[in-house]
């Protein structure tokens, strides 16, 4: 990372209306409080769930060892195939692209090296741990040391639970803890990011899931390493060593609480440092020479986003969809020509989008605004490591001068 700079860094002006959505969801979280200790009842109840909702078109059938009053989670119960692959999906709490960087990083936000892996939700109950990514399908069942994770290791009610919010990181078979959603039935829902990060490593120390693997403890966990987002933690998480391959930087809002879906208050950046993934490729593995999208066909023709509300980028005629034997919910693939793109009040608009084909079909869901407009801005104009500097720095700069004013003050009151 290049030295800091005596003078006032430059500021790369905002393409995006991140912040303001940021700011409603802070606000929208402290009016939400629903019943954090039912939800996490609810997940616990699908991710124990012996049938599988990504590997064939059968129901997500709830487990009956958590005896509860009907809850969404039976609701997913009969949702099949692609449905219930989107309802596994919008259950993790999925960081929005960085078009902007947010203002006040060094107080108000963490930063942690994301491991490269499969993104997963793991759940220790009744003896026997279960991971299942986001489409639903089952990673691994295992014994583990996770609070009830074993036969071996039931303390307490059988039937209490933990979920974990992890990546599986292949070359080493760790599951690497980024956060944390409920510890031995008490959810963590409705706790801050703060919070929940120290859970899991004081909660973590309390147990032997970090040992080496052995019989009844067939993956070992770990939490990465989280920094405050200062000039040091920036530089610790994007240059300093891990015990695991780099995928990129995840920022986390310091008061968010855990969203299920996409929101603004976790954040993905990357470049070509600290990833070898930054613009999306093709089939084949190729950069292709225009941009791609990943958009969801609605029942009107309309084209989406994932997001919720989803940004409509285009529609197909019913002549097209039928010809190409099409159905609302499929997940299709667009080129988009650099000159059919423009920017209106922090929103991409795109006049003409080409039909390339389907994505795999474990995919399960579109791609999110923020995800499009980065990768487009990731081969224009994009966020540099030195544009996160220049705003941790100006905000150090706005502290000391406000330091200065309250000095002043407090003089001319002497």
Known sequence: MAPPPSHRPYKRPAISDQQR?????????SARRADAQARARSLANSLLSPSSAAADNTAVEVDSELDHEPTVADAASKLRGSDARRWFARQIMLPEWMADAPPHLATDWHVFARPAGKRCLVVSCNGTTISRLRNGSILHRFPSALP??????????????????????????????????????????????EFRFFWVNSKLMETTAGDPPSTY???????????????????????GST???????????????YLAGITPLALVWKDEACSQYVIDTDSKGQVPNEQHVVLELQEDGKLTTSDDPPVVFGSLDNEFIQKSNLRPGNLLRFAVRDERVKLVDGKMEISELQFVGKPNHARAFADSHSKVLFQYAARHAPLRIEDLIASIQSNNMELESTDVEMQGLGGMGA
């Open 21 to 29: 959505r940021r700011d409603l969801a802070i606000q929208a979280q």
């Open 148 to 193: 009830n994770g074993s036969k071996r290791d039931i303390s307490g009610p059988a039937s209490s639970y933990s979920i974990l919010d992890c990546i599986f990181h292949e070359p080493d078979e760790t599951y690497y803890i980024i956060d944390m959603i409920c510890w031995r039935g008490y959810s963590l829902y409705d706790c801050t990011a």
């Open 217 to 239: 403890h067939r993956y070992r966990f770990s939490a990465v390493p989280i920094y405050e987002c200062t000039l040091q933690g920036l530089q610790a998480a994007y240059s």
């Open 243 to 257: 015990p695991y391959v780099k995928d990129g930087l995840l920022f986390y809002n310091k008061h968010a609480h």
